[in-house]
């Protein structure tokens, strides 16, 4: 087939060096694929005065699929917010229209008593969130005023649009058909008008797919839930918001959240793929970053942008394996440092 | 001393089972209270056609104290949303300047076993969660509206002025020192400015309480520690949309959110107290609801109105009590009613 093309942008803290992993797996594969970088996030801003430079941004419309590593550093947290590392990723979304966020969670055979949960709880879990990323009070106006009586007041709109629930809404249906046929719609309809509109839209949109049991809960209760009895969950839907903090919290019930990978979609080919942990400014440089959730991102790039279920699965049972062999690195409590995990999956493959 | 005035608000579902049972432990103690009663929730929406009839906000206003059940009734979901249940403890809070929502959680003995969390994890949790009642998208501009397309849109404005985040800072560094001295204040600063604000007035309140270590951390990364090391948080402060989704969370951390009590407090003396949990439509009228969270917040009442620490240290005891004996109801395996429990409270004091 024709190569598919890469964009690799591996951006602040731990990135570049869990991004040399997935090549390192990328490249054993030896795939049909060109690889390109720019920069991006923090390390962006240093070079050129801004997190998303033109030139990346150019390059990212161009190409077939992102690998994206992690942007946040401490010494920008006060610039100005639009020059801040994470308005990388924040533009990256909305300028290639990624509303769809995928983040599986499942819990590794051999990790059973790595999760904070109990590990009957902890094997339960095998569930999918599908995040919206191009609305809610992410995106709304913001900023500061003035209120009557002569103090600051800092204000973000919350929003979301019929046409914005709808799209992410027939994914996570679509999803939901091919697992387990139960979708969680996540809100909070009994204070937010934003959550009324979404889950009047849902109500609609389960109309095409009559196969899939549709069940809706308040955040607060879906919090609570995700730690009780995470096993109830297939699907999850919800906003971009709400999303984000029930994703972070769904990876710890699995043990490390260096093990969650995560593929942001639009409507096309294109895709961002990126582990859904951040830049861990504190082990930066250290070698000791888990690079598993960055290679397992390099799986979901094959299989939703590149097509290719087998390379996808050949790398997911490489993990897997190497997990089931005990392989740790000191976020699951082990010794093993970032380079030898990614060796031992290359092994594994 | 002088008899200290309680209006008690059963409200919806198992609102009126458990707090039969509250009444029964006051009742023990003998206390010199005057009790009154109003109907709120979906039980005054059906009896008056409002949740929050004037008759009860009086009451509520000239009252020392308000000991509260829970709203809520799947019967009401589709009336006006002002209309609704719910809006009865958001009117409460808002009408009666209750602005700081206190939410203690930490494992009794004897359900080191009962939380989905690692006993050793579940163990180590003893924390005070301080949330933010009167503002956030809770309480801003909020409606339905059509967008230049021509399509629905549903938004809520999220917001916080500097002297709303300077009170509730206030209240948590306070009872920071009352504690272990550590303060860790969450928000989503990174994405939205109404946290950025939030953070600012809060490192300036700092000043004033050199003796207490302040962290900020984001919401997303509080949700995945609240899992894997709940134990590293002693007061947590945070606005009234990420307090609702974390303090729920944490509930399930102890083994049950049958067990979590939470004071709302103002500038004075008038508090209302509830248990975190709702209305739970679905064990109404079976009697087997647990009652415990409405009882231990009755003794936050008796401490925070009363001015009356004995009493409610004595009722939290005679809970723990009946706890460690091996007390349990349907929410954490056992077999024991709402009543049984409630005489065996009474029993232990
Ligand atoms: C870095 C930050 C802006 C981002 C978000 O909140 O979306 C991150 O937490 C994520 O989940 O990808
Ligand atoms: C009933 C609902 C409006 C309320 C809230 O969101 O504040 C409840 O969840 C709570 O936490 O007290």
């Given at each position: 087939g024709e190569?598919?093309?890469?964009?690799?942008?591996?951006?602040?803290?731990?990135?570049?060096?869990?991004?040399?992993?997935?090549?390192?797996?990328?490249?054993?594969?030896?795939?049909p694929v060109t690889l390109d970088r720019a920069l991006v996030g923090g390390a962006a801003y240093e070079a050129t005065g801004h997190?998303?430079?033109?030139?990346?941004l150019a390059k990212a419309k161009a190409t077939d699929a992102l690998l994206f590593g992690a942007v946040g550093d401490p010494r920008f947290d006060n610039v100005e917010r639009h020059l801040r590392p994470e308005q990388a990723i924040l533009g990256l979304r909305a300028e290639l229209g990624l509303f769809a966020n995928l983040r599986p969670a499942k819990l590794f055979a051999g990790l059973e008593d790595s999760s904070a949960l109990r590990p009957e709880v902890a094997s339960a879990i095998d569930l999918l969130i599908v995040r919206e990323l191009n609305g809610d009070v992410y995106f709304g106006e913001k900023g500061t005023r003035t209120t009557p009586g002569g103090e600051r007041e800092g204000f973000d709109v919350m929003s979301y649009s019929e046409s914005e629930v709808r799209r992410i809404a027939h994914v996570a249906f679509q999803a939901?058909?091919?697992?387990?046929?139960?979708?969680?719609?996540?809100d909070k309809a009994n204070v937010?008008?934003?959550?009324?509109?979404?889950?009047?839209?849902?109500?609609?949109?389960?109309?095409?797919?009559?196969?899939?049991?549709?069940?809706?809960?308040?955040?607060?209760?879906?919090?609570m839930q995700l730690v009780r009895n995470p096993g109830q969950f297939d699907v999850v839907v919800t906003g971009n918001l709400f999303g984000d903090i029930l994703s972070d919290q769904a990876s710890m019930c699995v043990g490390s959240i260096g093990l969650l990978a995560s593929a942001s979609l639009g409507e096309g080919r294109l895709g961002l793929y990126e582990p859904i942990h951040g830049s861990a400014p504190d082990i930066a440089g250290k070698g000791i970053a888990n690079p598993l959730a960055m290679i397992l991102s390099l799986a979901m790039l094959l299989r939703h942008s590149g097509g290719d279920e087998a390379s996808a699965a050949r790398i997911e049972a490489a993990v897997a394996k190497v997990l089931a062999d005990g392989c740790r690195g000191a976020d699951l409590g082990g010794t093993m440092g970032t380079a030898a995990l990614g060796d031992a999956v290359v092994e594994a493959l």
């Open positions: 190569a598919l093309n890469i964009l690799l942008l591996a951006g602040d803290g731990i990135g570049p060096e869990i991004m040399a992993e997935a090549e390192k797996v990328l490249g054993a594969l030896a795939l997190p998303l430079p033109p030139e990346t939901a058909q091919g697992r387990a046929k139960r979708l969680c719609s996540v937010l008008e934003t959550s009324q509109l979404w889950r009047d839209v849902v109500i609609e949109v389960a109309k095409d797919y009559p196969d899939v049991a549709l069940t809706h809960m308040y955040v607060d209760n879906a919090a």
